[in-house]
């Protein structure tokens, strides 16, 4: 992990934000590409927003990236490209909440703030066997004053980064290494028996599904598409023509609905219809899957604007759509 060890604020916070629900090998690769774009803060507030949206895209939870950006420029023109230094400061600082404050604070400036993820709340909780749920306030709380009382003053950084490598080593979640583990011997949950149980969480995420109808319609050489805006999964990505549907249905039923048919009002056209594709969200499930519509004129829609096809590898799209032009004949000729 090239961020390990180093004391330079803007590639912690570069990487903490990338982590934030993600793998580290597939946030790696990131985070290499957008120090070697932007080795500075400066550089990254003076990028374009869709420049850094098309960097990002693939790693997902496009919240993170609007906010990586606002925090760059308020870095850059509010603190003259220099990152505050105090725990209070940095907490203010757009998508920075305390976990990622502890890090830069004790990473960048040897500053005594215990960092709490996952794995430090997992290996507390384990080691002193509480039962108290870890996703509730009242936990969250009671987890982050004791893991503050924990800390080593004198070393925060290599204690909270130590802490942090036990967990995700030794401590796991399934498979946790308790024989090879030079704590076990002091261990409440392995000596009780609730290293499986051990954290405790309360809350279940409510899944739902939703049914995503994307017709790629092509016209003159052209291709419609807009820049999501509401305040909904995707903001500011890029996207084809939608329709929404209440429940999925097969392409041929789509294509004699009102929806689809409204969008083309008797014009002549061609089509090709993918398979369904799927991807798994926290909070949701899309399906559906894209229809490609070639026709020569008369297509309008003041949602969406026409860009030339080569113009479409510029834009920053979603991976539900990306996993689609990936691996689509139809779209080849596109360059994407």
């Known amino acids: 992990m090239p961020w390990k060890g180093i004391d330079d604020p803007y590639k912690i916070w570069l990487s903490e934000i990338m982590l934030q629900q993600t793998r580290v090998d597939q946030g790696t690769a990131y985070y290499n590409r957008f120090i070697e774009k932007f080795p500075t803060v400066n550089r990254l507030a003076l990028a374009e927003d869709d420049e850094v949206f098309k960097m990002w895209e693939g790693l997902g939870y496009y919240s993170r990236c609007k906010n990586l950006m606002k925090t760059a420029k308020t870095i850059s023109f509010e603190y003259d490209g220099v990152f505050p230094k105090k725990y209070e400061e940095i907490l203010k600082l757009k998508g920075v909440g305390p976990y990622t404050a502890a890090a830069i604070a004790s990473f960048a400036f040897k500053l005594p703030f215990a960092v709490v993820d996952g794995n430090v709340t997992r290996v507390i909780s384990r080691f002193f066997g509480i039962e108290k749920a870890i996703d509730t306030n009242a936990g969250k709380k009671y987890f982050a004053e004791l893991a503050q009382s924990l800390l080593n003053k004198e070393e925060p950084a290599v204690y909270n980064q130590t802490i942090m490598d036990f967990?995700?080593?030794?401590?796991?979640?399934?498979?946790?290494?308790?024989?090879?583990?030079?704590?076990?011997?002091?261990?409440?949950?392995?000596?009780?028996?609730?290293?499986?149980?051990?954290?405790?969480?309360?809350?279940?995420?409510?899944?739902?599904?939703?049914?995503?109808?994307?017709?790629?319609?092509?016209?003159?050489?052209?291709?419609?598409?807009?820049?999501?805006?509401?305040?909904?999964?995707?903001?500011?990505?890029?996207?084809?023509?939608l329709v929404e549907m209440k429940e999925k249905i097969n392409a041929e039923l789509f294509i004699k609905s009102n929806q689809f048919t409204a969008l083309f009002n008797g014009l002549n056209f061609s089509i090709k219809v993918s398979d369904f594709y799927k991807q798994q969200l926290t909070h949701q499930t899309i399906e559906?899957?894209?229809?490609?519509?070639?026709?020569?004129?008369?297509?309008?829609?003041?949602?969406?604007?026409?860009?030339?096809?080569?113009?479409?590898?510029?834009?920053?799209?979603?991976?539900?759509?990306?996993?689609?032009?990936?691996?689509?004949?139809?779209?080849?000729?596109?360059?994407?």
């Open 167 to 241: 967990g995700a080593t030794i401590c796991k979640p399934m498979q946790p290494l308790c024989e090879q583990c030079p704590l076990q011997k002091n261990c409440v949950a392995s000596a009780k028996g609730l290293t499986k149980i051990l954290p405790i969480k309360v809350k279940k995420l409510v899944n739902r599904t939703r049914y995503f109808y994307y017709v790629i319609v092509e016209q003159q050489g052209k291709i419609f598409v807009r820049k999501r805006s509401e305040k909904d999964i995707w903001e500011n990505l890029w996207e084809f023509v």
């Open 288 to 336: 559906g899957l894209f229809l490609h519509v070639i026709t020569q004129k008369g297509f309008k829609n003041k949602n969406y604007e026409s860009i030339k096809k080569t113009d479409i590898k510029k834009l920053a799209f979603p991976k539900f759509i990306t996993s689609f032009m990936e691996k689509n004949e139809v779209l080849k000729n596109m360059q994407i």
